[in-house]
Nanobody, 123 residues
Framework: QVQLVESGGGLVQAGGSLRLSCAAS????????VAWFRQAPGKEREFVSG????????SYADSVKGRFTISRVNAKNMVYLQMNSLKFEDTAVYYC????????????????WGQGTQVTVSS
């Protein structure tokens, strides 16, 4: 009952910034935890950041801590990922996911996914 659409990806130089957006539809969005994952070619989908239903709890992968910030505005059905100081190794397709069952850092815990948005960082 949750549909997610990512946007905001693109091509940036190392050291630059992007803000990804996840637009949600569905009655239960405001009550769900939401996370960002990313997947590079040939690699497993990996956890980037997550946020609880009320924004009171956030989590970040060590590789992005201090550079990325997750936020949500439930009244707008939106979740954001502000990405600063981008590195070449951040290049991946970024996905938002909602309503985890179990460990929210594990991709298999999520039933609802967006289509992904490409982030490419040039070195």
């Amino acid at each position: 009952q949750v549909q997610l659409v990512e946007s905001g990806g693109g091509l940036v130089q190392a050291g630059g910034s992007l803000r990804l957006s996840c637009a949600a539809s569905g009655r239960t969005f405001g009550a769900n935890a939401v996370a960002w994952f990313r997947q590079a070619p040939g690699k497993e989908r990996e956890f980037v950041s997550g946020i609880s239903w009320n924004g009171g709890t956030t989590s970040y992968a060590d590789s992005v801590k201090g550079r990325f910030t997750i936020s949500r505005v439930n009244a707008k059905n939106m979740v954001y990922l502000q990405m600063n100081s981008l590195k070449f190794e951040d290049t991946a397709v970024y996905y938002c996911a909602a309503a985890p069952r179990g460990d929210w850092t594990t991709a298999s815990a999520y039933n609802y996914w967006g289509q992904g948005t490409q982030v490419t960082v040039s070195s």
